[in-house]
């Protein structure tokens, strides 16, 4: 079955700089690729997902890249701000399979 | 109106018993989950069903019985509680398109203590 790998499992970064979370997955099948965030005592939310037939996407200071060849797939935060600090996951779901298997999630901390 | 509630949002119980918990979306959504995530907040699925019909089953163990009364509802009902059970349950609920996954609306969950 498909296995999601997720690093760093914590990163600190000043406000203001970029973060960048890495996925890599295992099964050439998955074909969808979303990113979820998780605030203390919430459950995760959808922030931006990817398809494996786009290698990039972008929504305001958000962006996911996907290499299907390589299979990784990263996240990348810039200009961050304190709201930004979660917990983040990535997942990956093969076609058909109906559900997400998810990274063991990265907690980000923004600096003052 | 909250999208996908769960209820209770805490449950502290002793090893041996039985308990619930109840999840109900007002999406409209034809496919519901339950995930766990442990205390290393490692997210994992249990169950998922579709128009009411179990499709995954995630090597649970027995003591763990969904119950999905409509496809707004899934129910997750807990035999013989054990200390390993204590974690945060999570539902939720997707529309699916044929082979496509969509977005997943998560409840906020349900932190179970098994004491």
């Known amino acids: 079955g498909e296995n999601v790998e997720q690093h760093p499992s914590t990163l600190s970064v000043q406000e203001g700089d970029s973060a960048v979370i890495k996925c890599t997955y295992s099964d050439s099948a998955s074909n969808y690729f979303p990113w979820y965030k998780q605030e203390l005592g919430k459950g995760p939310q959808l922030i931006i997902d990817i398809r494996s037939n786009v290698g990039e996407k972008k929504d305001q200071r958000i962006a996911v890249t996907l290499n299907k060849t390589a299979k990784h797939f990263s996240l990348h935060i810039t200009e961050t701000q304190p709201e930004d600090s979660a917990v983040y996951f990535c997942a990956a779901s093969p076609w058909g399979a109906q559900k997400l298997v998810f990274g063991q999630g990265t907690r980000l901390t923004i600096n003052p | 109106d909250t999208a996908v509630s769960q209820t209770p949002k805490y449950l502290v119980t002793q090893m041996g018993n039985d308990k619930s918990i109840k999840c109900e979306q007002n999406?409209?959504?034809?496919?519901m989950y339950w995930y766990k995530q442990d205390s290393k907040k490692f997210l994992k699925i249990m169950f998922s069903?579709?128009?009411?019909?179990?499709?995954i089953n995630e090597t649970v163990p027995n003591r763990f019985s969904p119950k999905s009364p409509d496809k707004a509802h899934l129910n997750l009902h807990i035999n013989s509680l054990e200390l390993g059970d204590s974690a945060v349950y999570f539902c939720?609920?997707?529309?699916?398109?044929?082979?496509?996954?969509?977005?997943?609306?998560f409840g906020e969950g349900s932190r179970l203590t098994v004491l």
């Open positions: 069903y579709n128009n009411k019909e179990l499709i």
């Open positions: 999406l409209g959504h034809d496919t």
């Open positions: 939720a609920s997707s529309q699916t398109g044929t082979g496509d996954l969509g977005e997943l609306f």
